[in-house]
């Protein structure tokens, strides 16, 4: 079974630049989530959906982030402008939908390591 | 509020040794609680969980780890670590919202040989 793809594994940016990350979920994952994991911390949720609708994106900066994921299978993240407190690696994780329990296990991807110079 | 503190930045253990890494959470209601670990340049990996029932639980590599309510602990053991056990643990907690965990800072694993 083929797991969580991103892409690209890199990418550095000079401030106020604009970047995209790519996510292909396992199939038959309805629910796919975006989490920012600055170094020396854990990763923090930014958006999560449930197929193509947003459920979570209260920790998303709306101002500069968007997400979206228009036919409900593979998700674009971006950032417009960027600062310098963006770099992290952005981690895209996906699960089956169940009920919304927290028992579903979240299957994460190898990330993209952002660098804002 | 932090909901989950893993109070060990780094350890540094020898291969063939016991490992424990800690783990403490708040929350308001019986949590749900989770290892994952993260190799360089990896995702991460679940290693076990906790929803209910036996308080220890056992996961992939040799893993368990013990809930302890009365000490708001999930602690993770190995009793004979092996050098491909160097990672980063990363300990969590949920449910919030749907299907959302809390994640700690992670302890780095160092193995000597």
């Known amino acids: 079974e083929a797991g969580v793809a991103q892409s690209p594994r890199y990418k550095i940016i000079e401030k106020r630049q604009s970047v995209a990350f790519w996510c292909n979920p396992i199939?038959?994952?309805?629910?796919l989530y975006w989490y920012q994991q600055i170094l020396g911390q854990g990763p923090k949720l930014l958006i999560q959906?449930?197929?193509?609708?947003?459920?979570?994106d209260s920790q998303l900066p709306k101002d500069r982030f968007s997400a979206e994921r228009l036919k409900g299978v593979d998700s674009t993240l971006k950032i417009q402008p960027a600062k310098l407190e963006d770099s992290a690696v952005y981690l895209c994780?996906?699960?089956?939908?169940?009920?919304?329990?927290?028992?579903?296990?979240?299957?994460f991807g190898p990330g993209t390591r952002l660098l804002v110079l | 509020a932090q909901s989950v503190t893993q109070p060990d930045i780094h350890i540094t253990v020898s291969e063939g040794a016991s490992l424990e890494l800690r783990c403490n959470y708040s929350?308001?209601?019986?949590?749900?609680l989770f290892w994952y670990v993260q190799s360089p340049g990896q995702g991460l990996q679940l290693l076990l969980k906790?929803?209910?029932?036996?308080?220890l639980v056992q996961g992939i590599k040799g893993f368990e780890a013990e809930f302890k309510r009365s000490q708001s602990s999930f602690n993770l053991r190995k009793p004979s670590v092996h050098w491909s056990d160097a990672a980063e643990y990363f300990c969590?907690?949920?449910?919030?919202?749907?299907?959302?965990?809390?994640f700690g800072a992670g302890t780095r694993l160092t193995v000597k040989p």
């Open positions: 994780a996906s699960s089956l939908p169940g009920t919304g329990s927290g028992r579903e296990t979240q299957y």
């Open positions: 199939s038959g994952h309805a629910t």
């Open positions: 959906f449930q197929n193509n609708g947003v459920v979570d």
């Open positions: 929350y308001g209601a019986t949590p749900y």
């Open positions: 906790y929803f209910s029932g036996d308080t």
């Open positions: 969590a907690v949920g449910p919030y919202n749907n299907n959302d965990m809390r």
